[in-house]
């Protein structure tokens, strides 16, 4: 079994204990050019984009929240 299948396999087991149970499915999408997105099967109620977080983004994103948090306390 592929990554992407055991990452959806995992989702959809999430998905049906918070109780929504199997009206919904998960697919692949491989891009978000419009001929890509076609290929998503309709209707289509999310998009959940899954992507690896690096040090250096988790680090810019701890950075940015400090800030963020500076600027509330200094008023």
Known sequence: MNKSRV???CISQYVDGLGVGNSFQFCDVFGLDPDLLMMIPQPCA???MLF???DRLFEKRKKRRLR???RILSF
Do not use: E, F, W
């Open 68 to 70: 963020k948090k500076d």
């Open 52 to 54: 690896p977080i690096t």
């Open 7 to 9: 990452i959806m396999y």
């Open 46 to 48: 999310a998009l959940v």
